[in-house]
């Protein structure tokens, strides 16, 4: 049977190149840039295997020439170049890859590497270029030739006039548009920034004529003004190098290039990892809370490269969202780029890098909990509210991975403490891990529910952090142990001699009840309290909703009025319980005053506002005339 050959149409296709397969059209330097690196790498390795050629690093270069009068911006390299024969396939058939059939040939070895495979990238020219000049000489021959193309029109191919060895690329730019401005692309300053961006450690000298301004002899308002050719681009990409070659500085510097913020790192980790996939990777933890860390505009995410090229700037799959704090890089040769370079064909080796980077940093934290407790308590201080979100998020998908890395503050050792150090010193007969909820460490210390926690002997967790309850719910246990809120109607434990008698209870009931239905709405119950000591009043809560559960979630802005069940706890050892029960006896228009007092106190106590204030303060006087 005949076989037929498809057909396609290379206009449309060229079209579909241009517009289609790059969101931004600055990457077209990063393109063309590559393809220089590539080309004089070709010349490296050919060198290795041919005893006629050396090759010496210095001699070679990539050099980028905007001029803004005639509107052209040139890339010149001192690479391999191209036959006539060569620019025919290589640039006048779309997808038609000469470097990958380079690197299929010629075994690569060093960590040089060639960037080139889908042979699409030099169309990308197209997007800022009404024409494109190619002059290439190729290595070995005497002759240079001029590829030229307007575009989808097709191409020119012309004898030329070139010394040197290597390709010149003239682009004649674009005029601006309505909605694009083209002229960026002849502009030093915006051609450097592309050229730090994506191309920063290309691994050949990328040049440009600079302009320098010095201030003129004594005066600090006249500038002189000349250009002198520089070196854009870093060059050596730092994770290649050796660990031990690289100083605090060196990952100093790296970091305040990069941007990753306007601290300095308080931890970094390097790694090289030879495995199912080869990466290297710098990562930081910052010292400082970026200011819009805990905003919607904060983009987590770490840059990725693909053999020293930026792919893309923040990759958020790189990291789950509870280390959204850690900036940094990874390179890896083995990414199975898709055409555009932007997106990876399959997202399995990204999710290998992610685990095994979310391994990573979880141990570093531990090793820096466990070996210098200062610095990450200062690291607590900025982020641990995202690690307790970590814990909280995803229905606690994520807990077992964080717990060992939050903390809280002790009322014993009056600093932050780890859920494992406090389990370990627990009392034998200590059931629960008790915390208590307020706005400060202060306030939640004068608690009359944390007075009785106290004089047990017992550690009191202080919870500050609107997510810290959350969090814990979430957690349910640590160690087998189970959290219980100090203002828990329940705490577990018998209190001995405070324990009201049952007689005590059964004597008062009527007081009580009395008291509930002048409260009813406000209270579920009213009981002679296990834990008050030395204050005549205070809140417990029965069920799920704890008092700051109910003020957080009160203060949202989807609130749905949810209620704690408050059941108002008086101490019956105190000297107002007398005045209660005689106001019961003589006085019931007192004891419903006095009812309405206690109950405000309360609420005053755990820091919720008086439903009428002015009301309060009359009843106060009422008390004292
Ligand atoms: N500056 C150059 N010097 C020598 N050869 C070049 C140069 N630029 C392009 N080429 C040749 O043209 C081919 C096509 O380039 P193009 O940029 O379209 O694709 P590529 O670099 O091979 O692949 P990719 O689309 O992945 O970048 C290259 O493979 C290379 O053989």
């Given at each position: 049977?005949?076989?037929?050959?498809?057909?396609?149409?290379?206009?449309?296709?060229?079209?579909?190149?241009?517009?289609?397969?790059?969101?931004?059209?600055?990457?077209?330097?990063?393109?063309?840039?590559?393809?220089?690196?590539?080309?004089?790498?070709?010349?490296?390795?050919?060198?290795?295997?041919?005893?006629?050629?050396?090759?010496?690093?210095?001699?070679?270069?990539?050099?980028?020439?905007?001029?803004?009068?005639?509107?052209?911006?040139?890339?010149?390299?001192?690479?391999?170049?191209?036959?006539?024969?060569?620019?025919?396939?290589?640039?006048?058939?779309?997808?038609?890859?000469?470097?990958?059939?380079?690197?299929?040939?010629?075994?690569?070895?060093?960590?040089?590497?060639?960037?080139?495979?889908?042979?699409?990238?030099?169309?990308a020219a197209f997007m800022v270029a009404d024409i494109v000049t190619v002059i290439s000489k190729a290595l070995g021959s005497d002759n240079a030739y001029r590829w030229e193309s307007a575009g989808a029109d097709?191409?020119?191919?012309?004898?030329?006039?070139?010394?040197?060895?290597?390709?010149?690329?003239?682009?004649?730019?674009?005029?601006?548009?309505?909605?694009?401005?083209?002229?960026?692309?002849?502009?030093?300053?915006?051609?450097?920034?592309?050229?730090?961006?994506?191309?920063?450690?290309?691994?050949?000298?990328?040049?440009?004529?600079?302009?320098?301004?010095?201030?003129?002899?004594?005066?600090?308002?006249?500038?002189?003004?000349?250009?002198?050719?520089?070196?854009?681009?870093?060059?050596?990409?730092?994770?290649?190098?050796?660990?031990?070659?690289?100083?605090?500085?060196?990952?100093?510097?790296?970091?305040?290039?990069?941007?990753?913020?306007?601290?300095?790192?308080?931890?970094?980790?390097?790694?090289?990892?030879?495995?199912?996939?080869?990466?290297?990777?710098?990562?930081?933890?910052?010292?400082?809370?970026?200011?819009?860390?805990?905003?919607?505009?904060y983009e987590k995410g770490l840059e990725l490269y693909s053999n020293g090229v930026l792919i893309m700037s923040k990759c958020s799959d790189l990291l789950p969202d509870y280390f959204s704090f850690v900036k940094?890089?990874?390179?890896?040769?083995?990414?199975?780029?898709?055409?555009?370079?932007?997106?990876?064909?399959?997202?399995?080796?990204?999710?290998?890098?992610?685990?095994?980077?979310?391994?990573?940093?979880?141990?570093?934290?531990?090793?820096?909990?466990?070996?210098?407790?200062?610095?990450?308590?200062?690291?607590?201080?900025?982020?641990?509210?995202?690690?307790?979100?970590?814990?909280?998020?995803?229905?606690?998908?994520?807990?077992?991975?964080?717990?060992?890395?939050?903390?809280?503050?002790?009322?014993?050792?009056?600093?932050?403490?780890?859920?494992?150090?406090?389990?370990?010193?627990?009392?034998?007969?200590?059931?629960?891990?008790?915390?208590?909820?307020?706005?400060?460490?202060?306030?939640?210390?004068?608690?009359?529910?944390?007075?009785?926690?106290?004089?047990?002997?017992?550690?009191?967790?202080?919870?500050?952090?609107?997510?810290?309850?959350?969090?814990?719910?979430?957690?349910?246990?640590?160690?087998?142990?189970?959290?219980?809120?100090?203002?828990?109607?329940?705490?577990?434990?018998?209190?001995?001699?405070?324990?009201?008698?049952?007689?005590?209870?059964?004597?008062?009931?009527?007081?009580?009840?009395?008291?509930?239905?002048?409260?009813?709405?406000?209270?579920?119950?009213?009981?002679?309290?296990?834990?008050?000591?030395?204050?005549?009043?205070?809140?417990?809560?029965?069920?799920?909703?704890?008092?700051?559960?109910?003020?957080?979630?009160?203060?949202?802005?989807?609130?749905?009025?949810?209620?704690?069940?408050?059941?108002?706890?008086?101490?019956?050892?105190?000297?107002?319980?007398?005045?209660?029960?005689?106001?019961?006896?003589?006085?019931?228009?007192?004891?419903?005053?006095?009812?309405?007092?206690?109950?405000?106190?309360?609420?005053?106590?755990?820091?919720?506002p008086i439903s009428d204030p002015v009301e309060f303060t009359n009843d106060i006087c009422k008390v004292m005339v």
């Open positions: 049977m005949e076989k037929i050959q498809f057909k396609a149409e290379s206009k449309r296709l060229l079209e579909l190149m241009i517009n289609s397969i790059y969101s931004q059209k600055e990457v077209f330097l990063r393109e063309l840039i590559s393809n220089a690196s590539d080309a004089m790498d070709k010349i490296y390795y050919k060198a290795l295997t041919d005893d006629s050629l050396s090759f010496k690093k210095e001699d070679y270069y990539i050099k980028i020439i905007p001029n803004k009068e005639k509107r052209t911006l040139t890339i010149i390299d001192t690479g391999i170049g191209m036959t006539k024969g060569e620019l025919e396939n290589n640039l006048g058939t779309i997808a038609k890859s000469g470097s990958l059939a380079f690197k299929n040939e010629t075994e690569l070895k060093d960590g040089h590497d060639i960037i080139g495979q889908f042979g699409v990238g030099f169309y097709g191409y020119t191919i012309t004898p030329a006039n070139k010394e040197d060895i290597g390709t010149e690329i003239i682009l004649t730019i674009k005029e601006n548009t309505e909605d694009e401005t083209y002229d960026e692309y002849l502009d030093e300053h915006r051609l450097k920034e592309i050229i730090k961006k994506y191309s920063d450690f290309i691994s050949f000298p990328i040049k440009m004529d600079v302009t320098v301004r010095t201030p003129k002899e004594g005066s600090n308002e006249e500038f002189d003004e000349y250009t002198e050719e520089k070196v854009i681009n870093s060059m050596v990409p730092i994770w290649r190098k050796n660990k031990n070659e690289l100083t605090t500085e060196d990952y100093e510097k790296f970091y305040t290039e990069k941007r990753y913020g306007f601290d300095k790192p308080l931890k970094t980790i390097h790694t090289s990892v030879d495995g199912t996939i080869r990466y290297h990777a710098i990562l930081f933890i910052p010292e400082k809370t970026p200011f819009d860390y805990y905003s919607k505009e940094g890089m990874v390179d890896s040769e083995d990414l199975s780029l898709n055409i555009s370079r932007e997106m990876l064909q399959q997202d399995r080796q990204l999710k290998l890098i992610a685990k095994n980077l979310n391994k990573k940093i979880k141990n570093e934290l531990l090793s820096l909990l466990k070996n210098e407790r200062e610095k990450y308590e200062t690291f607590y201080q900025s982020f641990g509210r995202q690690l307790k979100y970590g814990v909280y998020s995803d229905f606690g998908m994520n807990k077992e991975v964080l717990q060992d890395l939050i903390m809280f503050y002790s009322s014993k050792e009056k600093k932050m403490v780890t859920l494992a150090e406090y389990v370990e010193r627990m009392p034998e007969d200590q059931p629960f891990i008790y915390y208590g909820s307020g706005e400060s460490y202060d306030r939640i210390e004068k608690l009359p529910q944390t007075e009785l926690v106290h004089d047990k002997g017992y550690e009191v967790l202080y919870f500050t952090d609107e997510i810290d309850e959350f969090a814990i719910r979430m957690l349910r246990t640590y160690k087998e142990k189970e959290f219980k809120s100090i203002s828990s109607s329940d705490l577990g434990f018998e209190t001995e001699n405070e324990q009201p008698s049952e007689s005590e209870e059964k004597e008062n009931k009527a007081l009580f009840d009395y008291m509930k239905t002048t409260l009813s709405g406000k209270v579920k119950d009213v009981r002679a309290s296990k834990r008050l000591k030395s204050h005549p009043v205070c809140f417990s809560t029965d069920g799920e909703v704890t008092i700051e559960m109910e003020k957080i979630l009160n203060s949202m802005p989807d609130s749905q009025n949810i209620k704690a069940d408050k059941v108002l706890e008086l101490n019956v050892s105190h000297e107002v319980f007398q005045s209660l029960k005689n106001a019961f006896e003589h006085d019931q228009e007192k004891l419903t005053l006095y009812t309405k007092l206690l109950y405000n106190q309360a609420l005053l106590i755990e820091g919720l």
